[in-house]
């Protein structure tokens, strides 16, 4: 059984940061691309960032510069690393874990930027 289990969200004021975690389970997490992606109220979801099993790297230009998508082999997780965070970075975030026709979901995990 595939999991994907993301933490670290939570209430950050604007400019903040916080990094996200997904811990996978049930796949070979090495071989697989990992992914970010979010989803606002009443928006559709959208990629944040993705992470090849090369370790390559892909942004939405929304968050470049901003925030870094990592993995850790060992520990079966990826990362995402968010700073100078704004209003608009408001959503659920969704850990993804996809090979050829394989796609896998977390639960996701809430960020909220507000003062």
């Known amino acids: 059984q595939v999991q994907l289990v993301e933490s670290g969200g939570g209430l950050v004021q604007p400019g903040g940061s916080l990094r996200l975690s997904c811990e996978a389970s049930g796949i070979i997490f090495s071989i697989y691309a990992m992914g970010w992606y979010r989803q606002a109220p009443g928006k559709q979801r959208e990629l944040v960032a993705t992470i090849t099993s090369l370790s390559n790297t892909n942004y939405a230009d929304s968050v470049k510069g901003r925030f870094t998508i990592s993995r850790d082999n060992a520990k079966n997780t990826v990362y995402l690393q968010m700073n100078s965070l704004k209003p608009e970075d408001t959503a659920v975030y969704y850990c993804?874990?996809?090979?050829?026709?394989?796609?896998?979901w977390g639960q996701g995990t809430q960020v909220t930027v507000s003062s």
């Open positions: 993804n874990a996809q090979r050829h026709i394989e796609n896998y």
